[in-house]
C-alpha cells in the first residue's frame, strides 16, 4: 500500500492501515526464528507491530510468539490452513484477511502486520490481495541447489532471504557460489544472508521491509 493509498484508507475506516508483509518459504528454514529476530529490531526502530501465523492443524508458531515475551500475546493472531498451506495465503486468503482486519480494528495504531506462512515448499507464492510486500525464506541446509530449482518462491519474492549461514561450513556449502547464483536466477534483485538465532542480516531485513512498506 502507498502512501495515497494509506490515505484513502484512513480516510474511510478512521485509523491508518498497515503495511502487511508475507514471510513464507519450506519448512523449518526459520521463518520464526526471523520474525523472533525482527521483533526486537522493528520496535527499537518505533514500529507498531502484529504478528499472524498460519500453521497446518495446529497453533505452533503462534503460540511460540505468545509465550517468546518479545510482543504482547494479543497482538498475535492465528489462522489454522487446514490441508493445503497454499490456499490461504494464494487462491483464497479470506481467513488472513479477516485475521489482519482484525489485528487492526484490536489495535488502530498498528503499522505493520507480518504474516508467516508456515509449512510451505519451493512453491509458494503469496497473494498481492493479502501482503503488499513478502519474503522467502530458505536455508543453507536445504541445499545449496535451491536457488538453482527456480521455484517461484525464490523468484517471485520482494526479498529472498537465505538464512543458516552459520551452517555452511557443515554442510559443506559454498556460501559465496549459493549467494551469487540466487542474485542471478532473481536478476539481481535483493537477496540477503542471514543467522537468524545470532542476529546477522536481520537489521538489514528490517530496512528493506521499511524502505519497501514504511518509506522510512
Ligand atoms: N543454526 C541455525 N539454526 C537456525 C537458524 N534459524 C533457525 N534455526 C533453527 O532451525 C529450526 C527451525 O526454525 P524455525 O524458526 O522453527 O523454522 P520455521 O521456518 O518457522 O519452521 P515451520 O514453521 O515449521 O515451517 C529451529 O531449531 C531453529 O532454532 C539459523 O540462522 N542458524
Do not use: Y
Request: glycine share 10%.
Amino acid at each position: 500500500m502507498n502512501m495515497i493509498d494509506n490515505q484513502r484508507a484512513k480516510e474511510a475506516t478512521g485509523h491508518a492501515v498497515a503495511a502487511r508483509v508475507g514471510i513464507g518459504g519450506p519448512v523449518g528454514s526459520g521463518k520464526t526464528a526471523l520474525i523472533e529476530a525482527l521483533i526486537p529490531v522493528l520496535h527499537a526502530r518505533g514500529v507498531d507491530l502484529a504478528v499472524v501465523t498460519n500453521d497446518l492443524v495446529t497453533k505452533e508458531d503462534a503460540e511460540r510468539l505468545r509465550r517468546s515475551g518479545l510482543i504482547d500475546p494479543q497482538r498475535v493472531a492465528a489462522v489454522e490452513a487446514g490441508a493445503c498451506p497454499h490456499t490461504v495465503i494464494r487462491e483464497d486468503p479470506t481467513l488472513n484477511i479477516a485475521a489482519g482486519d482484525e489485528l487492526e480494528a484490536r489495535f488502530p495504531g498498528v503499522e505493520l502486520i507480518l504474516f508467516e506462512s508456515g509449512g510451505d515448499n519451493l512453491a509458494s507464492t503469496f497473494s498481492l490481495d493479502l501482503v503488499d510486500w513478502w519474503i522467502f525464506v530458505i536455508d543453507v541446509a536445504g541445499g545449496d541447489d535451491i536457488p538453482r530449482k527456480k521455484g517461484p518462491g525464490t523468484l517471485r519474492c520482494d526479498l529472498l532471504v537465505i538464512n543458516k549461514q552459520d551452517l555452511a561450513p557443515h554442510v559443506g556449502v559454498d556460501l559465496p557460489r549459493m549467494l551469487e547464483e540466487a542474485r542471478s536466477v532473481r536478476a539481481q534483485r535483493p537477496v540477503i544472508l542471514t543467522d537468524a538465532r545470532r542476529g546477522d542480516g536481520v537489521g538489514d531485513v528490517a530496512d528493506q521491509i521499511m524502505k519497501a512498506v514504511l518509506f522510512r
